[in-house]
């Protein structure tokens, strides 16, 4: 399959069926002896992205999301100028959001390290317009009127 040129996640994935083939086929006695496919050694492969957008397609971003959905706008001018996950911005508190120092302090992380990154002045200019508005601890609400401010951030407009 290498060969011909498929990528290593379909020879992985292709491995898998025909795995699982024999083990149900030796389950089920249909099939006697060692799966063959344990003894095939599986193609390592790379699934990260190495595309990013460029400063021209990031504003062509922000701009279309902002004549859509201003909050949605502001998640994502966080997440590029920032680099913060959405799980990280969503559960942002205006205590996370320091402006005499212009930093975001992010806590809760997947790595389990909280930690402080540095704000740009878009980002600032727009926490410093959200906060005229904002009546809860929250910097990002949900859209469901439920009470509840920690329910899952909605992207629907």
């Not at 095939?40 to 990031?58: F, G, T």
């Not at 809760?108 to 390290?113: E, N, V």
Request: with cysteine; glycine share 4%.
């Amino acid at each position: 399959m290498t060969d011909k040129g498929r990528q290593p996640r379909t020879v992985t994935y292709a491995l898998q069926v025909v795995r699982q083939v024999f083990n149900y086929a030796k389950n089920h006695d249909l099939f006697n002896g060692d799966n063959p496919v344990s003894k095939v050694k599986k193609p390592s492969n790379d699934n990260r992205r190495n595309r990013y957008l460029d400063k021209e397609e990031a504003e062509k971003l922000l701009k279309a999301l902002e004549n859509r959905s201003p909050q949605l706008h502001n998640v994502s001018l966080i997440s590029l100028h920032c680099g913060i996950r959405a799980g990280e911005i969503f559960n942002l508190t205006w205590e996370n959001v320091n402006f005499k120092r212009d930093f975001i302090s992010v806590t809760d992380t997947k790595s389990g390290r909280n930690r402080n990154i540095p704000m740009t002045n878009e980002v600032r200019n727009m926490f410093e317009e959200v906060k005229k508005t904002s009546t809860t601890e929250l910097v990002f609400v949900s859209s469901n009127d439920n009470g509840d401010d920690r329910t899952i951030f909605s992207f629907v407009s």
